[in-house]
Every structure is written in structure tokens, then in C-alpha cells.
T-cell receptor
Framework: DAMVIQNPRYQVTQFGKPVTLSCSQT?????MYWYQQKSSQAPKLLFH???????NEADTPDNFQSRRPNTSFCFLDIRSPGLGDAAMYLC??????????????FGPGTRLTVT | AQSVTQPDIHITVSEGASLELRCNYS??????LFWYVQSPGQGLQLLLK??????LVQGIKGFEAEFKRSQSSFNLRKPSVHWSDAAEYFC????????????FGAGTILRVKS
């Protein structure tokens, strides 16, 4: 089945120790998104890639970076995690044309704990 | 600024009872409307969407939603709730003037009592 896969599902890192979360998709979608979701809150968009074009949200901290080496994979790098970065990180994909781009397919998420 | 409002943070219904979750949005033109469901510790799953046409849309798991332009609403309904429907539900809106982004409501947590 076509899907969005996130690894690992649970990640524990130490304060200040860089961490990378990964996302892969078999949907061949143009757009890949990274969201941060804290407990009982709506997902907050961090950035997205439209093909190779990177689009950062204005309020995304510099501590968060992303890489998309090919269509299928996208990575979220947190350079120096703080306690406030503990959250669920969701990857999503969509086709690139409007309105299909609004129909986003989400992965199961990675729960990040910072100790 | 654009906004999506889900006025109910928590709703509790009895198993077998009907359900309506409310969603209102503030946009000038007709937006693209979605309902997603999230079980604890999981990602979001698309329940249904409205792009155009018939204002009553059917989704998965027996859910439906009705777009009412005059009320700027897109309420989610289910005639008979099952215990497995307990989850958090997010209304989301897309609009051309905001590019590829979805704007999410704050979510409604549904509890089902037996």
C-alpha cells in the first residue's frame, strides 16, 4: 500500500544533542511537510518542500532544518534540542496542484523526548 | 487573519448516540474543507473533504459533513457513535491565497461512554 513512513516512532535525545527524524513516502507526491504537534494542540507547520524548493515558515526557529535528497525522502534535523522541542513530529505529503495540495497524507509521527 | 474555530474542546457521547462536531471558518471565498481524525499517538487520517458540488459529503467510518456557506460552517456528523470513534478530530481549511498550507482548528476530543 502507498503510504507515508516515519522512523523512528519514538526518539529520546539529550538536551543539546543533534537529532534527525526521517520520513519516506511511496505516493510519489511533489510536496512534503513537517509539522510539530504538542499535546492537545493542532499541528503547527514548520516547513515544506515543493519538489526541491524549500519553504520555511516565518516563525520556525533556526534550530530546525530539513533536507530532501530525493522525491521519496525528507529529513528533519534539530541541531540543539531544547526541552521545549519535545513533541510529536508529523510528516505529510500531497500532490502539488491546488486543490489537491490541501489533501495531505500523514505519517504515524515520531514522538520526541528530550532529557 | 484566517481562522478555523472548533468551539468544543471536549465532547462526550454515549455509544450508539448521534454526534455533531462543529467547525466554523473565516474566509471570503469558498475554501477547501477537511476533517481529520487522530487516535492517541498516531498521525492524522483524512475522514472527508469538500471541494465543490454537493454540500453534503460522505466520508470513511460512517461520517458525513455538511458545508453551509451562509453560516461559514462545515460540521461533522455521525448517526451512531462506536467506542472506537474516541479520538481527536481536527477541522482544516485550505484557501488559494495561502498557498499550499492547511489551517487547522484547535481540535475536539471525543470521548465515548458505554
Amino acid at each position: 500500500d502507498a503510504m507515508v513512513i516515519q522512523n523512528p516512532r519514538y526518539q529520546v535525545t539529550q538536551f543539546g544533542k543533534p537529532v534527525t527524524l526521517s520520513c519516506s513516502q511511496t505516493l510519489n507526491h511533489n510536496v512534503m511537510y513537517w509539522y510539530q504537534q504538542k499535546s492537545s494542540q493542532a499541528p503547527k507547520l514548520l516547513f515544506h518542500y515543493y519538489d526541491k524548493d524549500f519553504n520555511n515558515e516565518a516563525d520556525t526557529p533556526d534550530n530546525f532544518q530539513s533536507r530532501r535528497p530525493n522525491t521519496s525522502f525528507c529529513f528533519l534535523d534539530i541541531r540543539s534540542p531544547g526541552l521545549g522541542d519535545a513533541a510529536m513530529y508529523l510528516c505529510a505529503t500531497s500532490r502539488g496542484d491546488i486543490p489537491s495540495s490541501y489533501e495531505q497524507y500523514f505519517g504515524p509521527g515520531t514522538r520526541l523526548t528530550v532529557t | 487573519a484566517q481562522s478555523v474555530t472548533q468551539p468544543d474542546i471536549h465532547i462526550t457521547v454515549s455509544e450508539g448516540a448521534s454526534l455533531e462536531l462543529r467547525c466554523n471558518y473565516s474566509y471570503g471565498a469558498t475554501p477547501y474543507l477537511f476533517w481529520y481524525v487522530q487516535s492517541p499517538g498516531q498521525g492524522l487520517q483524512l475522514l472527508l473533504k469538500y471541494f465543490s458540488g454537493d454540500t453534503l459529503v460522505q466520508g470513511i467510518k460512517g461520517f458525513e459533513a455538511e458545508f453551509k456557506r451562509s453560516q461559514s460552517s462545515f460540521n461533522l456528523r455521525k448517526p451512531s457513535v462506536h467506542w472506537s470513534d474516541a479520538a481527536e478530530y481536527f477541522c482544516a481549511v485550505g484557501a488559494r491565497e495561502y498557498g499550499n498550507k492547511l489551517v487547522f482548528g484547535a481540535g475536539t476530543i471525543l470521548r465515548v461512554k458505554s
